[in-house]
């Protein structure tokens, strides 16, 4: 499941209705940057809701992955979001941000004028 996509969440609700706080920011933080992602609803599943943290040996939800890899819950997403590291860590992946985009055009248009 992890593999199954470059970026995949393990969040209560599903995207377009998280039922916690904690997987409602991750979702919103991802959606900024145009992250396609998988989604896998732990509230379906005792199976999967504590598989994953055994997976992971992280005790909380929500867990996202990045290329397989395990790479933080709500508090370390919000962080890397701050510090510009959730740009670095998509771009290693091959994927562009939408903020960065953002960014570039912006620098872009301002040399013109
Ligand atoms: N500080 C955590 C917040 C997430 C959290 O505390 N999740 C709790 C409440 S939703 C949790 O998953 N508890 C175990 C469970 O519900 O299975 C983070 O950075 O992700
Ligand atoms: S479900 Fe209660 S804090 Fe996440």
């Known amino acids: 499941m992890v593999k199954n996509k470059k970026v995949v969440v393990f969040m209560k609700g599903i995207p377009e209705e998280p039922r916690c706080g904690f997987s409602n ?11 396609h992602f998988d989604a896998h609803n732990v509230l ?3 199976e999967l809701r504590n598989g994953v943290k055994d997976y992971s040996s992280w005790p909380t939800i929500p867990q996202v992955f990045i290329n397989g890899e395990f790479v933080g819950g709500c508090d ?35 040399k013109n004028h």
């Open 25 to 35: 920011a991750v979702v919103q933080i991802l959606k900024m940057h145009g992250v």
């Open 44 to 46: 379906e599943s005792d």
């Open 76 to 110: 370390i997403i919000i962080q890397m979001h701050k510090n510009g590291d959730l740009i670095e860590e998509l771009k290693k992946v091959g994927i562009t941000s939408a903020l960065l985009e953002k960014e570039l055009n912006n620098q872009k248009n301002s």
